[in-house]
Nanobody, 114 residues
């Protein structure tokens, strides 16, 4: 069973930056980040393949600057977020898909203050 350990959440001022990390217990082909704001459904932010090819959700483009990357040697995926806005506040979940099964991290809270 895959386990995901996330870090990097917290409180940041609007316009600031934050980087989330997610370390897996195994090498995973497809990993990604989702976020869930209070009272809303969980939505994809970005995903990345083992090759490093990123995929950004259309709904996220232009809202804030995000970069997803990974270090396969460390089995870690990163999500760098810049120019954050209060509406980016939410719980950010790391996800890993293995043979059709999706594993989730605990989801660190990201709070953007105005």
């Amino acid at each position: 069973q895959v386990q995901l350990v996330e870090s990097g959440g917290g409180l940041v001022q609007a316009g600031g930056s934050l980087t989330l990390s997610c370390e897996a217990t195994d090498t995973i082909n497809s990993m990604g980040w989702y976020r869930q704001a209070a009272g809303k459904q969980r939505e994809l932010v970005a995903s990345i393949a083992l090759s490093g090819t990123p995929n950004y959700a259309d709904s996220m483009k232009g809202r804030f600057t995000i970069t997803i990357s990974r270090d396969n040697a460390k089995k870690t995926v990163y999500l760098q977020m810049n120019s954050l806005k209060p509406e980016d506040t939410g719980v950010y979940y790391c996800a890993a898909a293995v043979f059709g099964v999706v594993y989730w991290g605990h989801g660190p809270q990201v709070t953007v203050s105005s």
